[in-house]
């Protein structure tokens, strides 16, 4: 069976000559289906730098990303953008929703450019804000909503349109020990549902929750650990 | 993605911040309502005088003297040249000629004083030739003119400001300390935009040369036509009588200028046309900056949504639909602001300004309208094609 994500030799210089920085330094990494995987790593070791090209919101400088086998180089960008639509629901770690504009809405953001209905997507949105249990929130906006509820409404959209791929960018990098389980709770559901998760920790418990654990060191994988609990 | 959801998002966008939006569309309110309005102004100027010179009367020509050229002497147009003018043999086009000077002078009655800035002196043919009606007591008489009496027909400006609330005929008035006997009152004839058509006053001709203008050139030689149709056989008489009286050869330079009113309705249209060039220009400035304005909270707009810009894309916009989203915003905002600046400059224009009233030119509408929306259209269309162009990580990390 291919890989959901497979990587090879990947780079990433940001500017050039002296002032370069290499943020991947040739990085190899196979994510099976199905799994759930943990990066870790020190700050500014381009663990965000990564899982920004694989949820192709960047693009690399040289190296190959197969994402179900085909590589993504080959795409334009209207095919990227609908990749972003239907394959991949990325979570930030600053939730990055839209300001002035209802929870539900942010949530339905991803089915309107992806040409659904009204009427479906209502309930579409609707059921993903029940499933990270903020179905009573549907209509605050970000600024009436705690940093806990803000992400979990970022996961309702990220999952909405039924990615085959959750990537996630330290989810519970800006909130508390409750709101991190609450978080966390929901993308081990969504694991168990069968999607393959990608998710970046600063912490042990976090990353305890998946599978696997890689550690970035200057944009390079050097540790690749299976937890117990296999998938 | 639909139509309706794109024009949904546009409609959100411009809802979302109501003060900006507000602004915004002021900003093209009083460019497109001042484009419309001034130009309205300077139309309202020109459509005046042109009533005006119409209210002369159809078969009149004026006689003005000119500057002599170098070399030649000019002559002066004399009451000698009017009487041969009016001459039934030598010119039978012509039904009267009457000799004006004019002068301003200083009108006073009681405690009152009104400077009158057309004093006239000409003789009673004048009031017919120049639709002149008298509206109170009657013109001077021939007689009068012959004797070089005292007697004045005021005009109604004249009138109201010296005689406010009281009959003027009979009464006496001091025309630069000199006493006249007020015989008339004319007819108002209404501002001519430029000028008050009514802040005048006539005298006989004799008495206004004894007293205040004395004997040197006349201002004007006012002919009339036997009919509309003799206009032009009136012309060339005129010309013949005055080239022999003044010693003009043939080719020479005339020193006297004969215009119709026709001639003079197209030199009077022509400097208000400036008038109307010069509103225009100031009018297009105006739009200009409200245009400059727009772009700039366009820009301010976009940049300061480019995160936004950077989330759509995150979840799946295409560069079509964000770009479409930003244009329809810039033309609603641009097409409220044209319609509320074109109905401000039609509820403007009914009053008058500056003693015109504006009418409003059709196409000056249009065009106010359309380059505002042009403006709206393009300055919103390149920030936000420049932003719907980024990777959305660019777009994301924006500050
Ligand atoms: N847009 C950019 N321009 C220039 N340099 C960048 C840019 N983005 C990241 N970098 C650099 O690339 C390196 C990797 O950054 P990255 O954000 O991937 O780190 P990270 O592992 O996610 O760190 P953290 O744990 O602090 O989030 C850093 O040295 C950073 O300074
Ligand atoms: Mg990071």
């Given at each position: 069976m291919t890989p959901a994500i497979e990587v090879r030799d990947l780079r990433k210089t940001y500017g050039?000559?002296?002032?370069?920085?290499?943020?991947?330094?040739g990085l190899d990494l196979t994510v099976d289906r199905g799994e759930y995987l943990a990066i870790m790593g020190a700050s500014g070791s381009g663990k965000s730098t990564l899982l920004n090209v694989l949820g192709c919101l960047d693009v690399p400088t040289s190296g190959r990303y197969l994402l179900d086998g085909i590589?993504?180089?080959?795409?334009?960008e209207a095919q990227l953008g609908l990749l972003r639509n239907r394959k991949i629901g990325f979570v930030f770690q600053s939730f990055n929703l839209i300001p002035r504009t209802t929870a539900l809405a942010n949530v339905e953001l991803p089915l309107v450019y992806a040409g659904v209905r009204r009427a479906e997507r209502r309930l579409r949105a609707n059921a993903a804000l029940r499933l990270v249990g903020l179905a009573e929130r549907a209509h605050h906006r970000p600024n009436e909503l705690s940093g806990g509820q803000q992400q979990r409404v970022a996961i309702a959209r990220a999952l909405v349109t039924g990615p085959a791929i959750v990537l996630a960018d330290?989810?519970?990098?800006?909130?508390?020990t409750r709101s991190s389980q609450e978080v966390m709770g929901i993308l081990d559901r969504l694991h168990a549902s069968g999607r393959t998760v990608v998710l970046i920790t600063h912490e042990d418990d976090v990353a305890a929750h998946a599978n696997r654990v890689v550690r970035v060191v200057d944009g390079r994988i050097v540790e690749n650990r299976f937890t117990g609990v296999l998938a | 993605m639909r139509f309706t959801e794109v024009l949904a998002f546009a409609v959100r966008g411009v809802t979302a911040n109501k003060l900006r939006s507000a602004l915004t569309t002021l900003g093209i309110l009083i460019g497109v309502a001042s484009v419309i309005l001034l130009i309205a102004v300077g139309n309202g100027a020109s459509v005046s005088v042109q009533q005006s010179i119409a209210g002369l009367g159809t078969n009149v020509l004026t006689i003005s003297p000119q500057r002599a050229q170098a070399g030649s002497s000019a002559r002066p147009l004399t009451v000698d040249d009017a009487t041969a003018l009016a001459d039934p043999v030598e010119?039978?086009?012509?039904?009267s000629a009457s000799p004006v000077v004019s002068t301003s002078a200083t009108a006073a009655h009681a405690d009152v004083s009104h400077s009158v800035s057309q004093f006239l002196g000409t003789d009673p043919a004048y009031f017919e030739t120049t639709n002149s009606?008298?509206?109170?007591g009657s013109p001077f008489s021939a007689d009068d003119v012959a004797q070089g009496r005292k007697v004045v027909v005021i005009g109604a400006t004249v009138a109201t400001e010296l005689f406010p609330g009281a009959a003027p005929v009979g009464q006496t008035i001091l025309v630069n300390n000199i006493p006249f006997t007020v015989v008339g009152v004319l007819a108002s004839k209404g501002s001519s935009g430029l000028q008050d058509a009514d802040d005048t006053a006539v005298a006989p001709l004799s008495t206004v040369r004894n007293a205040?203008?004395?004997?040197?050139?006349?201002s004007q030689i006012v002919v009339q036509a036997t009919g509309p149709d003799a206009l032009t056989a009136a012309q060339a008489q005129v010309t013949t009588i005055l080239d022999g009286r003044h010693g003009i050869g043939f080719g020479g330079t005339a020193d006297y200028r004969v215009l119709s009113q026709e001639q003079l309705l197209t030199a009077r249209t022509a400097t208000t046309d400036t008038f109307t060039v010069l509103l225009a220009a100031v009018a297009a400035i105006s739009l200009l900056v409200g245009g400059i304005g727009v772009t700039n909270i366009m820009l301010v707009t976009v940049t300061e949504r480019i995160r936004e810009i950077g989330i759509r894309k995150a979840v799946g916009a295409r560069r079509s639909s964000i770009l479409g989203q930003f244009l329809l915003e810039a033309t609603m905002l641009s097409l409220f602001g044209g319609a509320l600046g074109v109905a401000a400059a039609f509820i403007g224009a009914q009053f008058t300004i500056a003693g015109i009233t504006p009418v409003i030119v059709p196409s000056s509408v249009l065009l106010a309208f359309a380059v505002s929306a042009l403006i709206g259209l393009f300055f919103g269309s390149y920030p936000a094609g420049r932003a719907a162009r980024l990777r959305p990580i660019e777009a994301l990390r924006h500050e």
């Amino acid at each position: 069976m291919t890989p959901a994500i497979e990587v090879r030799d990947l780079r990433k210089t940001y500017g050039s000559g002296d002032t370069a920085v290499h943020a991947l330094r040739g990085l190899d990494l196979t994510v099976d289906r199905g799994e759930y995987l943990a990066i870790m790593g020190a700050s500014g070791s381009g663990k965000s730098t990564l899982l920004n090209v694989l949820g192709c919101l960047d693009v690399p400088t040289s190296g190959r990303y197969l994402l179900d086998g085909i590589d993504t180089a080959e795409f334009g960008e209207a095919q990227l953008g609908l990749l972003r639509n239907r394959k991949i629901g990325f979570v930030f770690q600053s939730f990055n929703l839209i300001p002035r504009t209802t929870a539900l809405a942010n949530v339905e953001l991803p089915l309107v450019y992806a040409g659904v209905r009204r009427a479906e997507r209502r309930l579409r949105a609707n059921a993903a804000l029940r499933l990270v249990g903020l179905a009573e929130r549907a209509h605050h906006r970000p600024n009436e909503l705690s940093g806990g509820q803000q992400q979990r409404v970022a996961i309702a959209r990220a999952l909405v349109t039924g990615p085959a791929i959750v990537l996630a960018d330290e989810p519970t990098g800006n909130l508390d020990t409750r709101s991190s389980q609450e978080v966390m709770g929901i993308l081990d559901r969504l694991h168990a549902s069968g999607r393959t998760v990608v998710l970046i920790t600063h912490e042990d418990d976090v990353a305890a929750h998946a599978n696997r654990v890689v550690r970035v060191v200057d944009g390079r994988i050097v540790e690749n650990r299976f937890t117990g609990v296999l998938a | 993605m639909r139509f309706t959801e794109v024009l949904a998002f546009a409609v959100r966008g411009v809802t979302a911040n109501k003060l900006r939006s507000a602004l915004t569309t002021l900003g093209i309110l009083i460019g497109v309502a001042s484009v419309i309005l001034l130009i309205a102004v300077g139309n309202g100027a020109s459509v005046s005088v042109q009533q005006s010179i119409a209210g002369l009367g159809t078969n009149v020509l004026t006689i003005s003297p000119q500057r002599a050229q170098a070399g030649s002497s000019a002559r002066p147009l004399t009451v000698d040249d009017a009487t041969a003018l009016a001459d039934p043999v030598e010119a039978p086009a012509v039904k009267s000629a009457s000799p004006v000077v004019s002068t301003s002078a200083t009108a006073a009655h009681a405690d009152v004083s009104h400077s009158v800035s057309q004093f006239l002196g000409t003789d009673p043919a004048y009031f017919e030739t120049t639709n002149s009606a008298v509206a109170q007591g009657s013109p001077f008489s021939a007689d009068d003119v012959a004797q070089g009496r005292k007697v004045v027909v005021i005009g109604a400006t004249v009138a109201t400001e010296l005689f406010p609330g009281a009959a003027p005929v009979g009464q006496t008035i001091l025309v630069n300390n000199i006493p006249f006997t007020v015989v008339g009152v004319l007819a108002s004839k209404g501002s001519s935009g430029l000028q008050d058509a009514d802040d005048t006053a006539v005298a006989p001709l004799s008495t206004v040369r004894n007293a205040l203008t004395g004997y040197g050139s006349l201002s004007q030689i006012v002919v009339q036509a036997t009919g509309p149709d003799a206009l032009t056989a009136a012309q060339a008489q005129v010309t013949t009588i005055l080239d022999g009286r003044h010693g003009i050869g043939f080719g020479g330079t005339a020193d006297y200028r004969v215009l119709s009113q026709e001639q003079l309705l197209t030199a009077r249209t022509a400097t208000t046309d400036t008038f109307t060039v010069l509103l225009a220009a100031v009018a297009a400035i105006s739009l200009l900056v409200g245009g400059i304005g727009v772009t700039n909270i366009m820009l301010v707009t976009v940049t300061e949504r480019i995160r936004e810009i950077g989330i759509r894309k995150a979840v799946g916009a295409r560069r079509s639909s964000i770009l479409g989203q930003f244009l329809l915003e810039a033309t609603m905002l641009s097409l409220f602001g044209g319609a509320l600046g074109v109905a401000a400059a039609f509820i403007g224009a009914q009053f008058t300004i500056a003693g015109i009233t504006p009418v409003i030119v059709p196409s000056s509408v249009l065009l106010a309208f359309a380059v505002s929306a042009l403006i709206g259209l393009f300055f919103g269309s390149y920030p936000a094609g420049r932003a719907a162009r980024l990777r959305p990580i660019e777009a994301l990390r924006h500050e």
